[in-house]
């Protein structure tokens, strides 16, 4: 009479202690797993939280049975959105309607950004008002840039003719 030695690994669904997804059984060891390792369990990624080994004899078999207990990955916490949070409008990916911005910015406000903001508050023009905080967000963090955009407008001989036609 052979003694035999099998090797079963037990895959619980993720967070489930009871639920078993697959049970598999070979004549060799299994990998050594360990507990925060990533599995693909069903077609799906699963992080192993929990393993528990135990040995059961079964006539003639020796059973070395791991269980896997596992967890599906967690979501980003989305921190919930306070009341003075101000959604921002979808973007017009227009080249020249960024253009116009970037005129009616140094030709109407100067450069001032935060007067453009003012001026755009409670009129409706969502599109004007991303693109003003996204400047005005670019401009804190470099400020050499309103010099380029200045540098730009002013190449541009665009609002001399729309002036005068006036």
């Known amino acids: 009479m052979q003694r035999r030695n099998l090797y079963v690994l037990v895959l619980f669904a993720p967070g489930s202690r009871r639920r078993i997804v697959e049970r598999l059984v070979t004549r060799r060891p299994w990998w050594p ?11 799906r990624k699963v992080y ?17 049975v791991t269980e896997v207990y596992t967890r599906l990955p967690r979501r980003p916490h989305r921190a919930p959105v306070g009341g003075n949070v101000v959604p921002m409008p979808r973007s017009d990916g ?22 453009w903001l003012l001026h755009l508050s409670g009129t409706g023009e969502e599109a004007d ?9 670019r401009l804190r963090r470099d400020p050499a840039l309103l ?5 730009m407008v002013e190449a541009t001989p665009f609002w001399s003719a729309v002036a005068g036609c006036q």
């Open 33 to 43: 797993l360990a507990a925060g390792e990533v599995l693909t369990l069903a077609g």
């Open 48 to 64: 192993v939280t929990a393993l528990a080994e135990r040995i059961e004899w079964h006539g003639d078999d020796i059973e070395h």
């Open 94 to 115: 227009s080249v020249v309607t960024q253009f116009l911005r970037y005129h009616v910015l140094m030709r109407v406000f100067d450069g001032d950004v935060d007067a």
């Open 129 to 137: 008002l991303r693109f003003a905080r996204w400047i005005r967000t």
């Open 147 to 151: 010099l380029s955009i200045r540098r």
